[in-house]
Nanobody, 123 residues
Framework: QVQLVESGGGLVQAGGSLRLSCAASGSIFSINAMGWYRQAPGKQRELVAAIFSGGSINYADSVKGRFTISRDNVKITVYLQMNSLKPEDTAVYYC?????????????????WGQGTQVTVSS
């Protein structure tokens, strides 16, 4: 019964900032990565930022220098600080957690998603 609950979306003018949060609960097992995806109207869902278990971080080229991803391993929460927002950042943002269960049998991979939070940036 893993759940990812997102918060922090809203309406902001170009150049403004928002901070998204995603809190996880339940038996998640071993987390491989936590990240944020977004889907704009008429567009495919794209990876925005990801932070991996080893600590490495990847950003989409379009958000480098503006967005910052971070995590709290104790609270199992991932954040996305979004600065200098542009109208093209307008999308529904989805939290994602990738995890694996290791045991005597085959490894089992899990892919969890938040409910999505709307970010709208006006020009």
């Amino acid at each position: 019964q893993v759940q990812l609950v997102e918060s922090g979306g809203g309406l902001v003018q170009a150049g403004g900032s928002l901070r998204l949060s995603c809190a996880a609960s339940g038996s998640i097992f071993s987390i491989n990565a936590m990240g944020w995806y977004r889907q704009a109207p008429g567009k495919q869902r794209e990876l925005v930022a990801a932070i991996f278990s080893g600590g490495s971080i990847n950003y989409a080229d379009s958000v480098k220098g503006r967005f910052t991803i971070s995590r709290d391993n104790v609270k199992i929460t991932v954040y996305l600080q979004m600065n200098s927002l542009k109208p093209e950042d307008t999308a529904v943002y989805y939290c994602n957690v990738k995890s694996s269960r290791y045991g005597q049998g085959p490894r089992i991979d899990y892919d969890y998603w938040g409910q999505g939070t709307q970010v709208t940036v006006s020009s």
